[in-house]
């Protein structure tokens, strides 16, 4: 259920990020026409982008532990900028998915789609009884 509910907030992000015309991000459905093939091609880039990010992000990061440290975390900004374009790269196998025109332009989005993702993770944290 957790992994549902994260899929829809970066489905939504990433539909956010769609409407910023100068970030030149875009989600091409998987068939022409109605909205909801959009929502679908949304959800379906939303549950690659967190697989992405599960599978290799989870190895990068790893990896780049180092370069964390030197640019005091710094570095999470283009690893997930990175992690954005590699969605979209995989996507475009299929015909359909998430067009991103540059890296640096994904580091942007990137970086919206955290911010989204921060705050909808605070406004659905689960409240503990004290």
Request: glycine residues 6%; aromatic residues 16%; without cysteine.
């Amino acid at each position: 259920m957790r992994f549902f509910i994260r899929v829809v907030i970066n489905a939504f992000a990433i539909w956010v990020v769609t409407l910023i015309e100068p970030l030149r991000v875009d989600v091409t459905p998987f068939a022409p026409g109605e909205t909801l093939q959009l929502v679908l091609s949304l959800l379906a880039v939303a549950a690659v982008f967190a697989i992405v990010n599960t599978v290799i992000g989870t190895i990068l990061k790893i990896v780049a532990f180092p370069l964390y440290i030197l640019t005091l975390g710094l570095i999470s900004l283009v690893i997930n900028g990175f992690l954005f374009w590699l969605t979209g790269w995989f996507t475009a196998w299929w015909g359909w998915g998430l067009t991103v025109e540059s890296f640096w332009l994904g580091v942007v989005a990137a970086l919206i789609i955290s911010i989204i993702n921060f705050v909808f993770g605070i406004i659905l944290r689960p409240q503990t009884k004290a």
